[in-house]
């Protein structure tokens, strides 16, 4: 199983992102679909979630400015991120809890190989 994140570069104070996460694998069903970040000496950290009927969590500091979405026929998570301040720089990953095709349950079983935002004037 793996996750793919794209979406990361360098932008303005004030600006915005879209990432997304493409999974891939034997995967029988995905139920909810995450991201987290992790900025520099700091531990990762929650940003947000969706479950697979779309209801959605964040973190304190995401709220009201990042939105997070999927699609389920593409097996594809994204997270719009606007307003973005220099404390939004970090490697963003997306991660997963799923169910494979010999019935084994997962939670935050993958992880993507991150991508980097980086918010700099």
């Known amino acids: 199983v793996q996750l793919q994140a794209s979406g990361g570069g360098l932008v303005q104070p004030g600006g915005s992102l879209r990432l997304s996460c493409v999974a891939s694998?034997?995967?029988?069903?995905?139920?909810?679909m995450h991201w987290y970040r992790q900025a520099p000496g700091k531990q990762r950290e929650f940003v947000a979630t969706?479950?697979?009927?779309?209801?959605?969590n964040y973190a304190d500091s995401a709220k009201g400015r990042f939105t997070i979405s999927r699609d389920n026929a593409k097996d594809t998570v994204y997270l719009q991120m606007d307003s973005l301040k220099p404390e939004d720089t970090a490697v963003y990953y997306c991660?997963?809890?799923?169910?494979?095709?010999?019935?084994?349950?997962?939670?935050?079983?993958?992880w993507g190989q991150g991508t980097q935002v980086t918010v700099s004037s």
């Open positions: 969706i479950t697979s009927s779309g209801s959605t």
């Open positions: 694998g034997s995967i029988f069903v995905i139920n909810a």
């Open positions: 991660s997963m809890d799923y169910i494979d095709y010999a019935g084994y349950t997962y939670s935050l079983g993958s």
